[in-house]
């Protein structure tokens, strides 16, 4: 089978690999039909992280089933799913507390398309080894475009969970959307409107950016970030600048809660007093996606949000060894099925 593998700095390349096998009764084989980048993904081949190539790339996709172990009994083969980033056993204290991030069946940090706990594989592989299939995948429902959902494993509900969260408990918000990733502020923004906030302003010096926000529903047009002090019930900050970060936290109403979610690997400056002196609060952390995949399904399937809005190239596997190193936004790789049933009628024809 064919591996998507960061071989180096700025670097991607198809290899040859042996296909992975069903080593335990609750596993399954899949294969991935409509893979995403997520916003890590341009930074991990660029090797600007701490994760070194060679190592395969990808933990965002849609799959379908290929074979399951004989203890599975959510999936069968030729089912579409939802392939979560994080390699988890949905029984352990961890798991059990919705804490799929931090599950302790498997090496700390394991995961797909990043080599921390481990290799298990890139999501945009042809063939992918899932070792709980029925903690893991998410079948999705009849009619669901793949294309749109194949950020479920990651992005597109760790955009849901960090803003619908901190909005539960503050009706009619205002909420400051801090853009800077590629995608996350974009389906922030969205996330936010979903999750009934009053306003939602978006703050980002890119152009294109700005404009998918406006988009999506945001006000854009915001006056300088030195002005928006104190004026925000909910800040996402989905960016990587340290100075954009602090234009999100100093935005803070009293009460006020930030997600942080635009991931830094350098510690960044903030300003603690002055959160101190508004009891704010802050969250930052990856994202334990699986119990919240079911949720995001249904609002795209319902159409309350459109994920499509930052998924301006749809690409093929040849393609993505080009596309996936500078993407404009988010990449979506497509493959044929190769499981689609027969339908009864045509089978005596
Ligand atoms: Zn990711
Ligand atoms: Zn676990």
Redesign the pocket.
């Known amino acids: 089978m064919q591996e998507l593998i960061v071989t180096g700095p700025g670097e991607l390349a198809w290899i040859d690999s042996p296909s992975p096998t069903l080593r335990s009764t609750e596993g399954a084989l899949v294969r991935p039909i409509a893979a995403a980048s997520c916003d890590l993904d341009r930074r991990l081949i660029a090797c600007s992280t701490p994760f070194k190539p060679p190592f395969a790339i990808g933990h965002e996709c849609v799959a379908e089933v290929l074979q399951v172990g004989e203890q599975v009994s959510g999936v069968q083969r030729g089912d579409l799913v939802s392939v979560p980033w994080k390699i ?5 204290a ?2 059990l507390r919705g804490l ?1 991030s931090a ?4 090496t700390k940090y394991a995961a797909y398309g990043v080599p921390a706990g481990g290799h298990w594989g890139g999501l945009f592989s042809e063939e992918v080894y899932v070792p709980f299939a029925d ?1 893991m995948l998410v079948p999705l429902p009849a009619g669901t475009d793949p294309r749109a959902v194949a950020s479920a494993s990651d992005n597109l509900t760790d955009a849901w969970v960090a803003t619908s969260t901190p909005l539960q408990q503050r009706a009619d918000a205002r909420v400051l959307v801090v853009g800077g990733t590629e995608s996350l502020g974009i389906l922030a923004v969205q996330m936010a409107r979903v999750a009934g906030a009053a306003q939602v302003d978006y703050l980002d010096s890119d152009d294109y950016r700005r404009a998918l926000a406006e988009l999506s529903g945001a006000n854009v047009d915001i006056g300088a970030s030195s002005a928006l002090d104190e004026r925000y019930d909910v800040v996402i900050a989905a960016t990587r600048d340290e100075q954009a970060l602090n234009s999100g936290l100093l935005g803070l109403a009293p009460g006020g809660h930030c997600s942080c979610i635009g991931i830094m690997f350098e510690p960044p400056r903030i300003p603690l007093f002055d959160l101190y002196m508004r009891n704010v609060t802050l969250s930052v952390g990856v994202c334990s996606v699986r119990h919240h995949i079911p949720t995001v399904l249904e609002l795209v399937n319902s159409k309350q949000c459109d994920p499509l809005v930052v998924c301006p190239q749809i690409i093929t596997c040849d393609d993505a060894p080009q596309a996936l190193i500078d993407p404009q936004a988010k990449c979506i790789m497509v493959r044929e099925r190769i499981t689609t049933t027969v339908a009864p009628t045509e089978r005596h024809t």
């Open positions: 988890a056993c949905g029984r352990c961890a798991c799929s599950c302790t069946a498997v903690a």
